[in-house]
């Protein structure tokens, strides 16, 4: 039996953090994981997908390099080399987890967790057999993994996840993605680039749902230029692999139906938290009619020495809200007064280009009665984004009329998810489009759009026109 203060159950980007800054403030640490340190988002997700978003991206611009007096001649994809590469990049920042974990005095144990008593945990399935954990505290960071569909039954060839579509060796020649999310959508734009036939049937009224129009509509436009065809208010009804291909019949919002051959489908429709064989009923810990863990401010559950992080918990399933959540629950657990209060959570979908958003959409905060003002600076007004051959985006800001303080910014464009690291800063120290405006940004960057689009908010931006009102 192991008995230490602090036991972690899953090693992903909450859990991993947790342990670490555990063991950081002197508090003896287990953690347990199933399948791979890093979870999720270092083996399957995050990492992985922006790997090949990234040589994606390179080979898209090697190809149109003539544009720039650059010739090329025989380009190729060898998507079964790239694996190996996105692999081994995998490996590297796993096997780092690992070493911080052990350097930092964390004792990793692999296997399946179940808890038995309020107190106690049995992991079994390792090479260690059957082990017992008994601590004074446990933080479960369990993730999600993705929904699946009785009619779209995955089979790993044909009809797949996000699991087997960054594990490919081959570039399929068409590909159905079943959901317009950010799964679905990052996936598609990556294989849409090199050369994949893309189809998005999405069962609402625009892609990536819950995301402001004026962002989605540059990645729907980026999309169309790669010939995928977007299928909006349509669900998806069926599917039959026959002949080494998919038939996928769809029905249209007037209940008109069709069939859509494919050589894949990518089925993408969300996730769901991974709680269901913890045995948290054992341990005092309620959870919600959807399997999510109900938590307080402090990340406690309804037993107070055990605290839930991450994608079980629900909210946004993001890498860095789970990080975030740990340190907390982390710093609660050794003895220190925290609580997670976060104003500005910063998402960003790797899409092409890249979207991100932090704080309320324009929407948002209408609907919570601000009077706003709204700025926009296109990427075609921004040096950098011409020499760059990337001009098709926007940044916008959301603005509370009464006191100018930034409610939101949301960004369509290259290298938006780093950008929006300045929007979460304003946003979290309570800036106001002035304060942005009065700083000085560097040029020519693409960062410059930030000022440029403090300054729209006021009809005072330079690089662009803003006839008076």
Partial sequence: MLTPKACVIGAGPGGYV????????????????RDALGGVCLNWGCIPSKAYIGAA???DKIKTADEIGITTKDLQVDLAKMKAWKSDVVKKLTGGIGDLLKRNGCRILMGDARFTAADTLEVTGGKDGTVIVKAEHFIVATGSRPFDLPTFPVDGKHIITSTEALDLEKVPESLLVLGGGVIGLEIGSYLAKFGTQITVVELSDQLLPGTDSDLVDVVARNLKKKKAAIHLKTKAVSATVKNGRVDVVVAKEDGKQETITVEKVLVSI?????TGNLGLDKAGVKVS???FIDVDGQLRTSNPKIFAIGDCVGGALLAHKASKEGLVAAAVVAGEKDVYDVTAMPGAIFTAPEIA???LSEAEAKKRGYDVKVGKFPYGALGRALAGRETDGVVKMIVDAKDDRILGVGIAGANASDLIASGALAIEAGLTAEDVALTVHAHPTLAESMMEVAEAVHGKAIHIFQPKK
């Avoid at 969300?270 to 991974?274: A, C, D, F, I, T």
Wanted: no cysteine; charged share 25%; glycine share 14%.
């Fill in 357 to 359: 958003s932090v704080g």
């Fill in 57 to 59: 991206k390179l080979f």
């Fill in 18 to 33: 947790a342990a670490i800054r555990l063991a950081q403030m002197g508090v003896e640490t287990v953690i347990v994981e």
């Fill in 289 to 291: 009619d959807r399997g």
């Fill in 270 to 274: 969300g996730r769901k938290p991974n």
